[in-house]
């Protein structure tokens, strides 16, 4: 007799985000790992999810992903965007009450994976003043953008699964990273690039796009008439 499949438990409403959130680039970042099994590596990589800029990447050996490594690369994430110091700096200063500075510095977007939510994790993510956000159980769409930016490397960039040396694949992933952000548009932010957007010029941009969409219209409309009157 074949034994009844279990009962999955139901994973209830998605979870908001927190009201101190405003999603602004800089304020949420999401990580995730994927497996690159010809160079028997899992990558996991950090963005911040408002922006889409891939901001880290970081390379372990395959199904070896621990806290530790969540713990490195937000280290890393956070130099670059120069946030480490202000992380570092809460650590000591007494915070006074009703301040901004009781507010995290950014939410970090995860799923449920054991060395996301262990409880070493969530001590760091703590001490750091970052706090945690975590999908519902097999869920990716609660973490959608960062699941999609696996999904978008490696369909626009299939030869990095082929890839068996595991310093090759960090490099290429790197090349792939300044690409991903400086040069594709990117059309979850308007058809900017997650540089434009995360560094504040998207809008502009967006604006000028649109102005000039008008211009060009209004230009074929008044050619059109003028090229029929002629012709009448």
Do not use: C
């Amino acid at each position: 007799m074949i034994p009844a499949r279990p009962v999955r438990e139901p994973v209830g409403p998605k979870k908001p985000w927190p009201d101190w959130v405003e999603y602004r680039p800089g304020q949420v970042w999401g990580h995730d790992f994927s497996a690159f099994a010809r160079a028997g590596r899992d990558a996991l990589a950090v963005m911040d999810l408002v922006s889409r800029k891939w901001l880290r990447t970081l390379l372990v050996a395959h199904q070896r992903g621990e806290s530790d490594h969540v713990k490195v690369i937000y280290t890393l994430a956070l130099e670059d965007e120069g946030l480490l110091a202000e992380a570092e700096r809460r650590m000591v200063q007494v915070v006074e009450p009703n301040s901004d500075e009781q507010l995290p510095i950014l939410l970090a977007v995860s799923d449920g994976g054991p060395q996301m939510v262990s409880g070493t994790t969530r001590e760091w993510m703590a001490l750091h003043s970052l706090a945690m956000h975590v999908g519902r159980p097999g869920t990716p769409t609660d973490q959608a953008h960062i699941e999609s930016l696996w999904g978008h490397i490696k369909n626009e960039w299939p030869h990095l699964e082929a890839i068996d040396d595991p310093g090759l694949l960090e490099a290429e992933l790197e090349r792939r990273r300044l690409e991903y952000n400086g040069v594709r548009l990117h059309a979850g932010i308007g058809y900017v690039t997650p540089d434009d957007e995360h560094e504040g010029r998207g809008a502009q941009i967006r604006k000028k796009r649109r102005e000039g969409m008008i211009a060009a219209r209004a230009a074929r409309i008044t050619y059109r008439r003028h090229n029929h009157e002629t012709r009448t």
